[in-house]
């Protein structure tokens, strides 16, 4: 409805010349005919072309754009009209067109006659900057999916249940929509008729589509929730918010989580974290490259960041991955900025937009420290939660080992002394204990055998966990988890934590 209201309102206030830059072409033409027999009074549309000219009672002037602006500059100026070019794009450069139209702009200013040029690609030259109004045609909304989703099933007779139709909804959401048609198309021919085995081929065509972008990436996410060790009161957050991305949660009214940030050191499974969030909540997952997003030409990271915001917006409902955030924005909290402001605007401008966002972009962010991260990202109203991610209880451990001896000897698991190593692995990082399956793994290959809980033992005896050389940095982070200012990922960390306050000491969880 945006582009259909600004066009209007655009084409009301007598701006001359309107530029639509899309690839779709049909699309645009349909919308610009209605808002031109929407408006009061309703407006005659022409279209010209350089191959047939213009349509209806005008001269037709094909392959003569110069001419086919005088034709606009002839026509009634009481009558009002809108006057479709396409593939304008490609006569701008040229000095008789350029100068044409400067002509006919100042006439159009004063009479009821609009030009729009429809484009697939966005070229003005600077001679045309002020006569000119770009005007962006988005991606189809959510329902206009879902009419042309209505139109389709009815043609392929084809009933989907209420789910699957959301998720193929969701699937399409940010895609243009040729590129829609074709997948969906794709889909009917490869398998005969329209169901879920559609999502796959249009998550594709979404995953080209981003890949142009430098800044975002689309990230498969294998990781699902149950990849997750311990971690209990995280999950069950995220659990419970599987179906808030639904049109059914839209209907109950319910708003759209914004956002978690996960704060703890390295290795204890936060970027795991924020990756199955996209799998359990079936969204696809785009990660943000800062450091790219900070590099380049003065004036290129503002403008990376708007592209961002749109592309993700346009990706809708979707799970922004902001990896390592402290890293990115390191040192803005300070009053020290190295670069010239730049990334203290681009940082403002996604804090702002975080807030003010109404698209359903939810953020995941992960940050491995506290110090280096600017206050203003933990400021109420940015995040729904913010979680703390201790070092594993016993109990954690536990699941973990099991975990990942689940993966790599799914018949085996009972083989291994869960509790032994549980206990041993005291310290240890999630991803330490993945490190040290791993090194065990090497040390009985190596000699061609089986490897077992011993082989592991060993591993871990010749590891130095992080916990021990940045116990310092650690035990300041638990203290300032433990001050409240965000919620525990697990309850065992919750009741340590509580226990900490009781005796004064919020160091590492007793062992059980
Ligand atoms: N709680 C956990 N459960 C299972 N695996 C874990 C856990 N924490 C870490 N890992 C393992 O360690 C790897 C690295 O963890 P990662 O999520 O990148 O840590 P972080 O982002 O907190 O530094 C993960 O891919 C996973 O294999
Ligand atoms: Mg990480």
Wanted: with cysteine; aromatic share 8%.
């Amino acid at each position: 409805m945006v582009f259909e209201h600004e066009l209007d309102l655009l084409i009301r206030s007598s701006y001359p010349v309107i530029y639509v830059p899309t690839p779709e072409e049909e699309r645009a033409e349909h919308l610009v005919s209605y808002v031109a027999q929407q408006g009061t009074p309703a407006r005659e549309v022409y279209t010209w072309d350089f191959v047939n000219g213009f349509d209806g009672d005008l001269g037709r002037h094909p392959g003569n754009p110069v001419n086919a602006l005088g034709e606009i500059e002839k026509a009634r100026p009481d009558i009002p009209a809108v006057f479709v070019l396409r593939d304008f794009h490609r006569f701008l450069d040229d000095i008789g067109v350029a100068r044409k139209i400067r002509n006919v702009s100042r006439e159009l200013r004063t009479s009821r006659k609009t030009i729009v040029i429809i484009a697939p690609s966005l070229r003005i030259p600077t001679d045309l900057a002020e006569e000119i109004t770009v005007l962006d045609l988005k991606p189809p909304s959510a329902q206009e999916i879902d009419s042309e989703l209505d139109s389709l099933l009815e043609q392929v007779k084809v009933r989907l249940s209420a789910g699957s139709r959301d998720a193929l909804l969701k699937a399409c959401q940010g895609l243009m929509m040729t590129r829609i048609r074709l997948g969906l198309a794709r889909a009917v021919a490869s398998y005969g008729r329209l169901d879920e085995r559609a999502i796959p081929l249009i998550l594709e065509e979404k995953k080209q589509h981003i890949r142009r972008t430098e800044v975002l990436e689309f990230w498969p996410s294998t990781e699902s929730i149950e990849d997750i060790g311990g971690l209990d009161i995280l999950k069950g957050w995220l659990e419970q918010r599987a179906a808030a991305f639904t049109s059914e949660a839209r209907d109950y009214g319910l708003p759209n989580p914004r956002g978690i940030l996960l704060i703890g050191i390295q290795g204890t499974g936060k970027s795991l974290s924020a990756k199955a969030t996209a799998s359990l909540w079936q969204l696809p997952l785009l990660r943000l490259d800062i450091g790219r997003l900070m590099g380049g030409l003065v004036g290129e990271s503002e403008a990376k960041t708007r592209e961002m915001i749109r592309i993700s917006e346009a990706m809708s409902p979707c799970v922004l991955f902001l990896d390592e955030l402290d890293k990115g924005f390191a040192g803005l909290g300070s009053s020290f900025v190295g670069d010239s402001g730049t990334s203290a605007r681009v940082f403002g401008t996604i804090l702002t937009w975080m807030e003010e966002k109404t698209a359903p972009v939810f953020i995941a962010a992960t940050a491995n420290s506290v110090e280096s991260l600017p206050s203003e990202v933990l400021r109420k109203g940015r995040f729904d939660e913010i979680f703390f991610i201790d070092l594993p209880s016993d109990r954690e451990r536990r699941e973990i080992f099991s975990v990942h001896l689940g993966k790599v000897r799914p018949n085996r698991l009972r083989d291994f002394d869960l509790d032994a190593l549980a206990f041993q692995s005291e310290g240890f990082s999630g991803a330490e204990i993945e490190q040290a399956i791993y090194e065990a793994m090497h040390f009985a290959f190596d000699q061609r055998r089986e490897f077992g809980t011993e082989d592991i033992l060993r591993a871990m005896g010749l590891t130095v966990p992080l916990s021990k050389t940045a116990s310092e940095r650690i035990r300041r982070m638990q203290e300032w988890a433990g001050s409240g200012r965000c919620r525990p990922a697990s309850s065992d960390a919750a009741q340590a934590g509580l226990m900490g306050q009781l005796f004064g000491d919020a160091s590492l969880p007793p062992r059980q």
